[in-house]
């Protein structure tokens, strides 16, 4: 079966779940969970850019996702202006010491002669910049926390739509994901997996404790959003009259106040719906987007170095490519994409908390998304997004119905009936094992393989 062939028929069968969904539960389910597989396909494809064109093992996912959610806070939250008057010139002086401190550092480092003289110039650039920095930061930090902590406590943002943070999320893991392919790129690939998933955890163990900078495992909630709200449309006559037009047939066989009473139940429903459709309008634009840039940039030259260079790094450098240089430019692009996905969740989810970024748990789901949909091709990596986080939803509540019509003979207070209920829940670890193993099993490249072209 062809790459095309493959990929239709995975997201046809897909649609048609969405669609029993929507049936069997309701379309405002069934639209949130298509929302939630948009943003796990951008940020699939973040993964596969390492991953599938230079075989870079990235296990710290998380973080970069994260950064992104902070960006949403730092953008569109307003500025807490007390806290910037109490605190904010000591951060600012902070950041000066710590500038100047990096300055001292490189100098002495390119000054001084190698050995001992280089060693304690550095030591002392180091120690010095420590103790100023922090002379500033603590007593700036502290004025900052101590404004309102019960709902604030923190500097708060710029006050700008939060669609812009969707740019700035990347640049901001972008940022990061530069420093780390500085430290962390010239080592081997299970090197690199350690040295992310403990960068990783750095990344969410500052958020969830600098409280100044997004109110730590406080959390931040109420975050602005880039559709309507329900309650506004729910009110408004437009929409209500779009509502009454919709359903004209069922709303006409009623009296006047039975249909005031269904009029104002389906403008509550249509409202979710309306909603949930925008934001998938807006996600479906961005993964588009990203999909075609991933598509074009692998069939470049640029996309046939990186993809030999993971095949063969040593010919790759013998014949005079900048393998590292390479490596840290594809980390960069695949973590600001990652970036560009944390941020829209947050924004789905209208609120940035810091706990709920699992290092291990998700990383290892986006990184079977992946693997099942097809490591290097980049329609896989969608159609993984898509399968897999469908199937981390919806089993639960599979799980649940299916042991419920196993036992429906069952006593209700029968021990096994009870023990088979509480089990359920135990459907997604076992299915996404399963998956993995008939994937590997049956097509090992994946559902939609890489197709390789020369």
């Known amino acids: 079966m062809s790459e095309r062939a493959r990929a239709v028929g995975g997201f046809a069968i897909v649609a048609v779940l969405l669609v029993a969904v929507g049936f069997g539960r309701s379309w405002s389910v069934s639209l949130a969970v298509f929302n939630l597989c948009l943003i796990s396909a951008v940020m699939s494809l973040g993964v596969n850019i390492q991953w599938g064109y230079a ?31 109490a605190g904010g010139g000591g951060l600012l002086w902070a950041a000066v010491a710590a500038c100047l401190t990096l300055a001292l550092v490189r100098v002495a480092f390119r000054r001084l002669p190698p050995g001992r003289w280089r060693l304690l110039g550095v030591t002392a650039a180091v120690v010095a910049g420590f103790f100023a920095t922090r002379a500033f930061f603590d007593p700036a930090v502290e004025a ?26 990347g640049v901001f893991a972008a940022a990061v994901a530069w420093v780390v392919g500085r430290v962390a790129l010239g080592l081997r690939s299970d090197y690199l997996a350690i040295a992310t998933l403990g960068i990783s955890e750095i990344v969410i163990a500052v958020l969830k404790n600098e ?9 931040v909630t109420g975050l602005d959003r880039p559709v309507p709200y329900e309650l506004d449309l729910q009110q408004a006559v437009w929409f ?17 106040a039975e249909r005031a009473a269904a009029l104002h139940g389906l403008a509550i429903e249509a409202a979710g719906i309306f909603v949930k459709l925008c934001y998938a309008g807006l996600f479906a634009a961005v993964l588009l987007v990203v999909l075609l840039l991933s598509e074009r940039a692998l069939r470049s030259p640029w996309g046939r170095m990186m993809r030999a260079i993971r095949d063969n790094e040593a010919a790759a450098e013998a014949l005079g490519k900048d393998v590292v240089r390479r490596h840290r430019q594809v980390f960069v692009l695949g973590s600001a994409v990652v970036g560009i996905a944390g941020a829209m969740l947050v924004t789905l989810d209208g609120q940035f908390t810091p706990s709920a970024y699992n290092p291990l748990r998700f990383t290892f789901l986006i990184w079977v998304m992946v693997i099942v949909g097809g490591s290097g091709n980049n329609l896989g990596a969608v159609l993984g997004g898509f399968v897999i986080w469908f199937v981390w939803i919806e089993a639960e509540p599979a799980g649940l119905w299916l042991v419920g019509a196993l036992t429906s003979a069952m006593a209700p207070d029968d021990p096994v009936r009870a023990y088979l209920v509480a089990s359920a829940a135990h459907m997604r670890p076992i299915l996404m094992g399963t998956i993995l193993l008939l994937v590997m099993r049956f097509s090992p490249r994946g559902m939609v393989p890489e197709t390789v072209r020369r």
Not at 145 to 167: K, N, Q, R
Not at 211 to 219: F, I, M, Q, S, T
């Open 240 to 256: 209500r009259d779009l509502v009454a037009a919709l359903n004209a047939g069922r709303l006409s066989a009623l009296d006047a």
């Open 144 to 169: 900052i926390e101590a404004v309102d902590p019960s709902t604030s406590g923190y500097l708060g943002g710029l006050g700008l739509p939060i669609v812009l943070s969707w740019a700035v999320g």
């Open 211 to 219: 409280d100044w900078l997004a109110r730590g495992v406080k959390n």
């Open 55 to 85: 075989g870079l093992f990235n296990a710290g996912v998380m973080a970069f996702a994260a950064l992104g959610g902070l960006a949403g806070v730092l953008v569109s939250r307003p500025p807490v202006w007390a806290a910037v008057a």
